[in-house]
């Protein structure tokens, strides 16, 4: 239940590499631990609604670091954060080093825990969240309507799904592999799969040479859900769509997409929250 990226040993790299890593490493953590969390907390807070004193769970939580924001910032009485790629005690231990690298106190908060979950299984009792959260994951999930009747059954009745989407597949940047295709859109709709894997392969990049066939992986994954199908997966697991904020930028639309459905096209993301109903 993740698509965010976890931490990839092993290799090498040159001075400049290395640089270069770092900076993204820096530029990353920003993003998810100041932004990312922001953007959560306020769009919660537009419905009046706090995670301050709540139970949270974050489903597909990846490397955790929105997590350590939110914990932060909106000092929930407990978050839990779920994903099938976890090793308890390397998250934690990732997660100090990167927060102690960014400045922020290596000691995680005492609310803040993580859980390694399965596939279509959430551990955890039947209604003991008020808020679950989750960003980016489910672009990536083998069966979205059985995760989201999971989300249903641990969250309590009077709850609040968070959950962001970014970027559909059908939508300009849905391949998930700009860094390989800088100034090409809709990648994944013009190319050939075969096409796309000789271009990760000849040009490397990212933190470590792993890092191509790890995006690699992570293209093959992806579920191609569309706007109409979210929807779908989320009444059929329980959920009513209460508030919606699409992302609709400006795009030009090559020859080759025509055949596809405009609104896949033009909606890049969304940002939801659901009662259960």
Not at 80 to 98: K, M
Not at 240 to 255: C, G, H
């Amino acid at each position: 239940m993740s698509s965010r990226r976890a931490n990839v040993a092993g290799g090498t790299a040159s001075a400049g590499e290395a640089d270069v890593a770092v900076d993204d490493d820096a530029r990353w953590f920003t993003s998810h631990y100041e932004e990312a969390a922001a953007t959560i907390v306020d769009f919660l807070g537009g419905v009046h609604l706090s995670p301050t004193g709540k139970d949270v769970a974050d489903i597909g939580c990846g490397d955790g670091i929105i997590d350590l924001g939110l914990a932060h910032k909106a000092q929930p009485r407990r978050l839990v954060g779920y994903d099938i790629d976890l090793d308890v005690q390397d998250v934690r231990r990732e997660l100090t080093r990167a927060a102690a690298k960014a400045g922020v106190s290596s000691e995680l908060p005492g609310c803040l825990d993580f859980a390694r979950s399965e596939p279509l299984s959430i551990p955890a009792a039947d209604a003991s969240f008020d808020v679950v959260i989750t960003c980016s994951a489910f672009g990536h999930i083998a069966d979205p309507a059985a995760v989201a009747g999971e989300m249903r059954r641990i969250i309590r009745p009077s709850g609040t799904l968070f959950l962001q989407l970014w970027p559909f597949y059908y939508s300009a940047h849905g391949s998930h592999l700009w860094e390989w295709f800088p100034g090409e859109q809709f990648v994944q709709l013009r190319r050939s799969v075969e096409d796309i894997e000789a271009v990760l392969r000849a040009s490397p990049r990212g933190p470590t040479p792993q890092w191509s066939e790890r995006m690699l992986n992570e293209f093959r994954s992806l579920n191609r859900i569309t706007l109409d199908e979210l929807q779908r997966a989320l009444l059929a697991g329980g959920f009513a769509v209460r508030l919606v904020e699409l992302d609709t930028p400006t795009i030009d639309l090559p020859a080759e997409v025509a055949e596809h459905r405009l609104v896949d096209l033009a909606v890049s993301g969304i940002t939801l929250l659901a009662q259960p109903c």
